[in-house]
């Protein structure tokens, strides 16, 4: 069963930066890929970046290209996410999610993936 726990959430001043961290556990993820998502309240769910566990081919939300680094340490099974120059409208709980080997179009999709953590809130003040 893999367990996947995030942390590193707090509050933080826009322009501000945060690293989120996600601990992986309990399978193999060398045919994997491994994201994050966020919700904010009212809002659905929504991707943010993603990272194939092999190879470490990245992808982000248009929003957050040039400001959020996604990353993994496959010998700790742990993922990053770097989040530089944060802005208010970033505020949402952060979801460390893994999914089977996906194509590109599914890479976005909260549905495509299988297992997920139990959120870190990140909330940026203006």
């Known amino acids: 069963q893999v367990q996947l726990v995030e942390s590193g959430g707090g509050v933080v001043q826009a322009g501000g930066s945060l690293r989120l961290s996600c601990a992986a556990s309990?399978?193999?993820?060398?045919?994997?890929?491994m994201a994050w998502f966020r919700q904010a309240p009212g809002k659905e769910r929504e991707f943010v970046a993603a990272i194939r566990w092999s190879g470490g081919h990245t992808y982000y939300q248009d929003s957050v290209k040039g400001r959020f680094t996604i990353a993994r340490d496959n010998a700790k099974n742990t993922m990053s996410l770097q989040m530089n120059d944060l802005k208010p409208e970033d505020t949402a709980v952060y979801y460390c999610?893994?999914?089977?080997?996906?194509?590109?179009?599914?890479?976005?999709?909260?549905?495509?993936?299988?297992?997920w953590g139990q959120g870190t809130q990140v909330t940026v003040s203006s």
């Open positions: 309990g399978g193999a993820f060398s045919s994997r890929y």
């Open positions: 999610a893994n999914g089977p080997r996906l194509i590109q179009s599914q890479i976005g999709v909260p549905t495509s993936y299988d297992y």
